[in-house]
C-alpha cells in the first residue's frame, strides 16, 4: 500500500495470483491480534513434536472455514491462525471481517484463463521447461535453507524430497506438474467468486487494452 500511496503514476498495475494478498490490496487488511510470545512457542514445539498434518487437522476442528482456504502446506500460515485460535478462543474467520475499507483508488480487476485442457498442458510443459534451465541445480544451491517459509512452495518442497533420496527425478516432476495444477484450480475457485473480475483469454490482448483503457478513460462505468 504504501507503495501505491507514493507512487506519482495515476495507474499502478498489479500481477499475480495470491489470493489473500491481493485482498488485502482492494479490500484492505484486518485487525489481527498480536500473538502472546508464550502462545507462539507453545505451537512451535506443537508443530515440531506432532508434524504438520496434525495441526491442520487441530485447524480443521478448530476453524473449519478457513482451513478450506488456507494453504496447508504452508506451515507459518496455519500455525498463525492455530495461534489466533487458541489465545483468543474465537476462530481466525471471526477476525477476517471481509469488510471492504475505503480504497484510495479505483480498482480494475482483470482475470485471465483458459481452457481447462489447454491451462493442464502449458502447466505440464512449463514445469519441464523449468527443470530444462536448471531448477535442479538451484534447489540443490538453497537446499542448506530448507527450513525457510520463502522455499516452502511448490517445486522446491518436490525437489527437496528428491535431492532427499525420497523420490526419483521423474516423480519429483510428476508431483509438481499435479500440485501446480491442484494451486491453479483452487485459485480460480476462489476468484471465480469475486463477481469484479472481468475474465480474458490470455491472447485476446486487443480486448483486454480495449477494456482497460475503457474504465481509465470512464472511471464510473
Not at 73 to 85: Q, S, T
Not at 98 to 122: A, H, S, V
Amino acid at each position: 500500500m504504501k507503495i501505491i500511496d507514493d507512487s506519482k503514476s495515476k495507474v499502478a498495475l498489479l500481477s499475480g495470483g495470491s489470493m489473500m494478498y491481493i485482498d488485502a490490496v482492494c479490500k484492505g487488511i484486518d485487525d489481527i491480534p498480536t500473538i502472546l510470545p508464550s502462545i507462539r512457542e507453545k505451537m512451535k514445539r506443537r508443530l515440531e513434536a506432532e508434524g504438520l498434518q496434525e495441526m491442520c487437522n487441530l485447524l480443521k476442528k478448530l476453524d473449519p472455514e478457513h482451513w478450506e482456504i488456507v494453504d496447508r502446506n504452508n506451515h507459518r500460515r496455519v500455525i498463525h491462525a492455530l495461534e489466533v485460535c487458541l489465545q483468543t478462543g474465537k476462530t481466525y474467520t471471526s477476525f477476517r471481517s471481509d469488510t471492504i475499507k475505503d480504497r484510495p483508488f479505483n480498482i480494475i480487476k482483470i482475470g485471465l484463463n483458459r481452457d481447462r485442457d489447454e491451462l493442464y498442458e502449458r502447466i505440464n510443459q512449463r514445469v519441464v521447461a523449468m527443470l530444462d534451465a536448471g531448477m535442479v541445480n538451484e534447489a540443490l544451491k538453497v537446499y542448506p535453507k530448507r527450513e525457510l517459509n520463502a522455499l516452502n512452495t511448490v517445486g522446491y518442497k518436490e525437489l527437496f524430497e528428491y535431492l532427499d533420496g525420497l523420490t526419483t527425478i521423474d516423480e519429483a516432476i510428476f508431483k509438481i506438474q499435479s500440485n501446480t495444477r491442484r494451486y491453479a484450480r483452487k485459485q480460480l475457485t476462489w476468484y471465480k467468486k469475486d463477481v469484479d473480475i472481468k475474465w480474458f483469454h490470455p491472447d485476446n490482448i486487443e480486448e483486454i487494452l480495449k477494456y482497460t483503457r475503457t474504465l481509465l478513460q470512464n472511471p464510473s462505468k
